[in-house]
């Protein structure tokens, strides 16, 4: 009787892993965006638009993408030249299928915070939407690092 309850345990733990396994071989939204993020840690951002044109991303007109390197160029003019380490700070699941992600691109003087909206549909994840400021208050606050003390950060 006992070995009846190990083989059924043995079994049982059997399918679960083999479900896990296939739930593990989905690639993760931050997975999905490495390619993205790995262009603009090198400041190469025609080249994160054809990553992200992979993902689903429309493909932005010629003047989409002249004003996008435009305002990319004003806020690298401002915040410096990109360190190559994007962070992710957040990721937003609503649900199993929509997430946001938000990323830290650390520069030399000032950091660029990038959001990226992701949608799943039945296989992978795509990117439906971005944007990027220079905008940290959110951030800071989400953090509480605003309620830590001068003396315990590091300079």
Sequence with gaps: MRWMFCLALAVVCISANTIFAEEAGEQSPEQALEPVLKQISVDDYSRAFLEMSILGFPQPSPNQLDEFQLKL?????????????????????????????????????????????MYRGSKEWRVIGYNFNGELGDLLEKSNLLSQKPENLKR
Excluded: M
């Design 73 to 117: 160029k004003q806020f690298r003019q401002a915040c410096g030249k990109s360190l190559g380490d994007v962070e992710l700070l957040d990721v937003n699941l609503v649900g199993k299928r929509l997430a946001r992600l938000t990323y830290l691109d650390h520069s030399e003087r000032h950091p660029i915070v990038w959001r990226f909206t």
